[in-house]
């Protein structure tokens, strides 16, 4: 009955007249078409506008076809990198209480603060020929700026937090009463992590794999300061777009840039089916 | 397996959890740690357990110091308030989890694992439910599947903490008869931890009363209800009337200011009359009555101004005919001394 009495009492308050949700409805429909629908629906409309043929010879491109290979060993190497640091960091700041606790997170979220720019610019700083460790570097043959090995770094660099900060909420509210169980029940600490605490986690796991790849693959600014632009051999995706766009090649600058917008839908169905599965378990009364 | 502690303290921070604590838990005996929270009691099982390490003193399983073994090696029964089922597996999955996760010298096989777990299904009655997610029972039901969970690597303790916190009042009732006729069954040696001294009292064969950090006293049920060793645990255990007392040759006396000592009687070792009977009654003025249930339940103030409370048989209220605002003469059958340590409490 009191239930009752409070809903009746409450619908007035969330009940707005139709103008006004009309209103409301309409301007994120406006504003969403015009910010992020119409940009998207350009850079299909431009890679396509010649037709498909324009748009597969594209591809053909010796230096867009490296500059694709570039982008996924980077994305290949930067997302296990920090999946196993992401686990290990989320597990001990999520299971345990230690002194510097609150520095180490703020740690992990200094490349979401950080702007890439600078990043990229402390690599060169730390690696470069004039840098702290360029001439050690140099000695012994080592190329890390404007080379392969810079987009590597500053890619994990600005990939670091997605994982951990994904699981951290979540393992913390877990608590550590499965794993004691586990432990009392005779399980060895490898065993209580596989079998009972990565299982828990798989979808924010998984959650947080796809924004970091998406993150690892789209990375322009950090990228763009150490990779020098050499055509072919430091050029991303991101980094070819702008190269061929500043040369007039609007279909092949437009026909990469698709590609980035595809991976970015894909993240986002990928992303949808996740958290709704993520819902699901989470939904139950544990 | 007998387990020893001797002399065990623990403190968190600034906090004096366990105080130099000795507590001897004979083979297959069911001894219950009764206290208040923040007693220690929950701190004292996971000790046990090896779950947390003691600052200072030993614990012996069978009279061997255990410090060095962990968790993992004591083989120790842990059942916890919240269950802390493994949620993303079955019921089966769970209990046969202790069998699964052994060394391949010593794991049973399949087969063996599933006649294990099928008669441990069995002693909990949930064989229908092998297949279902902890998150699709009833919480009673997962608190038997802790339990089968924790017995199916015939541990050679069990210690449970608040097995029963986190359910409702009749569930709770209907699964300490049933943990009592399971303990008589298995035999084990168990420990468990409540703050609810009706089931400390009724499930245990000894009770271990705790309050901040220290043990006040260990004894059968009875001895902790009738005999209580200090103020604290006749306060504890049920109901009690407090009153300043003092001592006339020998015998304790209800007095109205305060004195050096405490007078502790419960509810129904009050006698209420309708003339003064004795010499040491005192008269009061009926409040409230409360006449639904076996006992009828009297609140009276006491002509200096305190709430008491008197219980008696309904036979024994429908005799007396009593009325809210009568003003009556009530009598102590039964009452206990305590020197004033802490002031009225």
Not at chain 1, 18 to 46: E, H, K, M, N, Y
Request: overall charge neutral; charged content about 20%.
């Amino acid at each position: 009955m009191v239930s009752a009495i409070e809903l009746r009492g409450a619908a007035p308050a969330v009940r707005e007249s139709a103008w006004v949700r009309g209103l409301l409805i309409g301007t994120s429909v406006i504003f969403l078409g015009a910010f992020l629908l119409a940009p998207l629906a350009v850079v299909f409309a431009v890679a396509l506008g010649k037709g498909l043929a324009a748009y597969a010879a594209s591809f053909r491109d010796a230096d867009t076809l490296s500059a694709i290979r570039l982008t996924l060993l980077a994305a290949a190497i930067a997302v296990p990198a920090n999946l196993v640091f992401g686990v290990a960091a989320a597990w001990c700041i999520g299971k345990f209480e230690f002194f510097g606790k609150s520095f180490l997170i703020a740690l992990i979220d200094l490349p979401f603060s950080v702007s890439p720019v600078v990043a990229g610019l402390a690599y060169v700083l730390l690696f470069g020929a004039h840098g702290a460790l360029g001439p050690w570097l140099t000695d012994h043959n080592v190329r890390v700026i404007f080379a392969v090995p810079g987009i590597l770094l500053v890619t994990i660099f600005v990939t670091v937090p997605f994982i951990a900060r994904e699981l951290l909420p979540l393992i913390s509210a877990q608590g550590n009463d499965e794993e004691e169980a586990a432990l009392t029940l005779g399980a060895s600490g490898w065993q209580t992590f596989l079998k009972v605490t990565l299982p828990n986690v798989k979808w924010a796991l998984l959650y947080g794999v796809i924004l970091c790849n998406a993150r690892a693959m789209g990375e322009f600014g950090a990228v763009s300061v150490v990779s020098g632009h050499i055509r072919g051999l430091t050029n991303t995706m991101p980094l070819q777009i702008e190269v061929l766009y500043n040369d007039y090649q609007f279909v092949p600058a437009f026909t990469v840039a698709s590609l980035l917008a595809l991976l970015a839908l894909a993240t986002l169905v990928i992303k949808s089916i996740v958290e709704w599965k993520a819902g699901k378990v989470g939904s139950q009364p544990t | 397996m007998s387990i020893t502690v001797r002399n065990v303290s623990k403190r968190f921070g600034t906090l004096s959890a366990l105080d130099r604590i000795d507590l001897e838990i004979p083979q297959g005996r069911l001894v219950a740690l009764l206290g208040p929270s923040g007693s220690g009691k929950t701190t004292l099982l996971r000790i046990i357990a090896g779950l947390e390490i003691p600052d200072g003193g030993v614990v012996r399983f069978d009279g061997e110091d255990i410090a060095d073994r962990t968790a993992r090696e004591r083989r120790v029964g842990f059942v916890f308030q919240h269950y802390a089922l493994f949620r993303h597996m079955t019921v089966f999955e769970n209990i046969a989890f202790g069998l699964r996760v052994r060394s391949r010298r010593t794991r049973p096989s399949a087969q063996q694992i599933r006649a294990r777990v099928g008669e441990l299904l069995d002693l909990i009655q949930l064989q229908n439910q092998a297949g279902r997610y902890p998150s699709q029972l009833s919480g009673g039901q997962r608190q038997r599947v802790a339990l089968a969970r924790a017995l199916a690597v015939e541990p050679s303790v069990m210690l449970l903490d608040e097995p029963f916190g986190a359910l409702d009042a009749k569930v709770r009732m209907e699964l300490r008869r049933w943990l009592r006729q399971l303990h008589d069954e298995v035999g084990v040696t168990s420990v468990f931890v409540t703050h609810d001294q009706d089931e400390a009292l009724e499930v245990a064969d000894q009770v271990a009363v705790m309050n901040a950090g220290r043990i006040e006293q260990v004894g059968t049920p009875d001895e902790v209800y009738s005999r209580p060793a200090s103020s604290f645990v006749y306060n504890f255990l049920g109901n009690v009337n407090l009153f300043h007392g003092r001592i006339d040759n020998g015998t304790p006396h209800i007095h109205r200011e305060a004195t050096g000592h405490l007078v502790f009687v419960r509810p129904h070792a009050l006698e209420i009359a309708r003339h003064p009977q004795g010499a040491n009654y005192f008269r009061a003025t009926t409040k409230h009555i409360n006449a639904a249930g076996p006992l009828v339940k009297v609140e009276a103030i006491t002509e200096w101004g305190a709430p008491v409370h008197v219980e008696m048989a309904q036979e024994r209220f429908r005799d007396l005919g009593l009325h809210n605002g009568e003003e009556v003469f009530i009598t102590p059958r039964d009452l206990a001394v305590f020197a004033n340590e802490q002031r009225a409490g």
